[in-house]
């Protein structure tokens, strides 16, 4: 499987600032303090491990197609003292778990990344115990905003989607996500939307951090590259454009995600 954004330092310090009272709050209410969960494609492990300390008679599996991705997970449950929590390397199409193992899988902005997302979700639902809970977010970039707004941030907004069509990515799964568990004989489906919001500093400048890495080192930039839907001066543009509107003291981003949770009967 190939992984359609990029790696690195720079994608572990984006990502490591997620939590679980933020980007799990749909599954939240639904949880036992005994559960054992999944959560599958956790990337560093921020919401891994925030969610071992809430099941603190429970038990948490991450796991990631990369293990350098969740070494930092690894040092913050030792530095937290979170002991029921364990990290596997492996990929979602084909999980290294019994049938049957878990009472909870939970992912985050993994399926819309992986070329078959039924495919990975039935086998997420292979690991669910009867009656257990598959919950997941996901994204839907049908709907974004951002201020200040130029034309070369949302042209580069449509380059990247187009980057990631091009990959075998499914950027739109996240308003599909209902429709897919009810593929999968997942019964009881809530499903609904969610928006992110960014306008810290911290978070801002970690955004652009992120993309013009992205735009540089990742699978889907290269797509765009190699179907010369951009020169490199268009490219050289739209990076420049992110610097200038994350130096802006107003700026601020959100994107729709979509949110489900369905029973295994």
Known sequence: MNYPLSYGEHAINHF??????EKARFL???L??????????????????????FLKKGHVSGIDLDSSQFLWGQNEAHRRGVENLSFYEGD??????????FDVVFTHTMLWTVPQPLLALNEMKRVLKPGGLLACREIDRSSFSIYPA????????????????ATGAHPFLGGQLKE????????????????????????????VVYYIKNWTHSPWSLKVR???????????????SLQIWGSH????????FGEAIGVKR
């Open 180 to 207: 897919l568990f009810e593929q999968s004989g997942l019964k009881n489906i809530q499903a609904s939307l969610a928006t992110d919001y960014f306008d810290q500093i911290d978070d801002i400048a970690g955004i």
């Open 226 to 240: 190699s179907l010369s839907l951009a020169s490199d001066e268009e490219i050289e543009s739209i990076k420049n």
């Open 32 to 53: 036992k303090e005994n559960f054992h969960l999944l959560d599958c494609g956790c990337g560093p492990g921020s919401i891994t491990v925030d969610l071992a300390e």
């Open 249 to 256: 003291p107003k700026a601020h981003v959100a994107g729709t």
């Open 92 to 101: 979602a199409h084909s999980l290294p778990f019994d049938d049957e193992t």
């Open 150 to 165: 130029t034309p070369e941030l949302f042209r580069g907004f449509e380059l990247q989607t187009q980057g990631l069509l």
């Open 28 to 30: 939240l209410p639904h």
């Open 16 to 21: 490591n600032r997620r939590r679980a009272a």
